[in-house]
C-alpha cells in the first residue's frame, strides 16, 4: 500500500549562554530598539565551546526519539540540515548516528542554508513514500555564531544557535495524518545576496556571512507569498483551512506578512524569533517543537511550514499533524 509520512517525535536544543540586545549594544553601534523594531529579536542562545552541530543536533534528536517512543535502532536514515558542520566531513548525520550509537542505515547532509529543514523534510518523506525508508530522523542544526562576522553590526544581530529534529514516520495513505505535499525552489542567480565568503575550499576568504539584508526581505516577502499559495493549491485547501503557520524565525516582519496573506490571528502563528533569532535550518523544528509539547498545535490541525534561505532557497511543508 501506498505511503504516507507522519510526524511523530519533536525535540530541540539551545545552548545554555544567552545573549541579550543590550549585552550586543556594550561591544556594537546598536542598541535594542533598533534590533527590536526591525526584526522582533530581543535575545539569542550562543554556542559555548563544547557546542557544534554534532552535539546539539544529537541532543534534539535524542528527546524527539524519546517523544515518539521510539529508539535509535528504529530509524533507518538521519537526515542533517547543517551550514556549519563540525568537519567538511564525515558528515554531521554520520556523526550523529554514531553518536546515538547505530551502526544500520544510512545518513547524510542537506545544504540549504536557512530551508534546510524544509528540503531535509522533503527528502525524508520521498524516501517513505518510495518505500525505501520505515522511519526517518530529520535535524537541524547550526552554529552561525561561529561564522558571523561579530563586528558586523548588519548581521551578527541577527542570528542565534540551536538545533531542532523531528521523528517521521511511515503510515498507510489512507491515514488522514502526515505531510500532504513539499515544494522547494532555488535560484542560483541570487547567490550573491546571501551567502559565507569562503569554506574549506576557499581558505583564502573571511569566512563569514555577507548579506543584503533589504534585498532579502523583498524576495522573502514576495517568494513565500507565492509558496503559500503554491501549497495549498495543490491540495484545493484554501487560507481558511490552515490551522498553523511555523515559519522559518528570521525576522517579525516577514513572518507577520505572510501571516496577514494567510489571515491568520498572532496567535495561529508559532513565534520563536523574539528569543532564538534566526537559527537557520534549526529554527522550525524548534518553533514545531515548542508548539505541540506546550500543546498549542493539536493532532489533526494543518500546519504549514514556510522557508527562504541563501541560495536563495525556498519552499514549504504542508502537514496535518
Ligand atoms: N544597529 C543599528 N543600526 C544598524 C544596524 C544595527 N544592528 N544594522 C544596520 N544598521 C544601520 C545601517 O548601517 C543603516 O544605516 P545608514 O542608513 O546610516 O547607512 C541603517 O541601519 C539602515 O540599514 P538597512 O540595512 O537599510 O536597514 P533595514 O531597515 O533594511 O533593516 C534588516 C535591516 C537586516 C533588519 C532587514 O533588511 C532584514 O530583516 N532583512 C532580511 C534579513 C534576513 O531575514 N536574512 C535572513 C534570511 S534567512
Redesign the pocket.
Known amino acids: 500500500m501506498a505511503k504516507r509520512s507522519r510526524l511523530v517525535g519533536f525535540g530541540g536544543f539551545l545552548p545554555e549562554r544567552v545573549v541579550t540586545n543590550e549585552e ?1 549594544a556594550t561591544r ?4 535594542d530598539e ?2 527590536r523594531t ?2 522582533g529579536i530581543t535575545q539569542r542562545h550562543v554556542a559555548g565551546p563544547e557546542d557544534t552541530a554534532t552535539s546539539m543536533g544529537t541532543r534534539a534528536a535524542q528527546r524527539a526519539l524519546e517523544y515518539a517512543g521510539l529508539s535509535a535502532q528504529d530509524i533507518d536514515v538521519v537526515l542533517v540540515a547543517t551550514s556549519t558542520p563540525d568537519q567538511a566531513f564525515p558528515a554531521t548525520a554520520v556523526r550523529i548516528q554514531a553518536a546515538l550509537g547505530m551502526t544500520h542505515g544510512f545518513g547524510f547532509d542537506i545544504a540549504a ?2 530551508s534546510g529543514f524544509i528540503f531535509a523534510l522533503a527528502t525524508a518523506d520521498s524516501f517513505i513514500r518510495s518505500g525505501q525508508v520505515r522511519n526517518a530522523l530529520v535535524i537541524g542544526s547550526e552554529v552561525y555564531s561561529r561564522i558571523v562576522d561579530w563586528e558586523d ?6 542570528f542565534g544557535d540551536g538545533a531542532g529534529a523531528v521523528v517521521v514516520s511511515a503510515t498507510d495513505e489512507s491515514d488522514s495524518h502526515g505531510i500532504l505535499s513539499t515544494h522547494l525552489h532555488s535560484d542560483g542567480t541570487t547567490g550573491d545576496l ?1 551567502y559565507v565568503d569562503g569554506a574549506v575550499g576557499q581558505p583564502e576568504k573571511s569566512g563569514h556571512l555577507k ?1 543584503s ?2 534585498d ?2 523583498r524576495h ?1 516577502v514576495a517568494k513565500l507569498s507565492s509558496s503559500v499559495d503554491e501549497a495549498l493549491n495543490a491540495e484545493g485547501l484554501t487560507y481558511a483551512d490552515v490551522d498553523w503557520l511555523v515559519p ?1 524565525q ?2 517579525i ?2 513572518i507577520e506578512g505572510v501571516a496577514k496573506k494567510l489571515s491568520l490571528p498572532a496567535e495561529r502563528v508559532v513565534v520563536t524569533v523574539d528569543r532564538h533569532a ?1 537559527t ?1 535550518a534549526a529554527s522550525i523544528p524548534l518553533a514545531l517543537d515548542e508548539a505541540v509539547r506546550d500543546g498549542r498545535i493539536q493532532k489533526g490541525e494543518l500546519v504549514l511550514m514556510e ?4 541560495g536563495l532557497t525556498w519552499g514549504s511543508v504542508l502537514v496535518r499533524l
Open positions: 550586543l556594537l553601534a546598536t542598541s533598533w534590533i526591525r526584526t542554508a536557512c553590526r548588519g548581521t551578527c544581530v541577527l546571501l548579506m539584508g533589504r532579502v526581505f522573502a522559518h528570521a525576522n516582519r516577514i534566526n537557520s522557508a527562504l534561505g541563501g
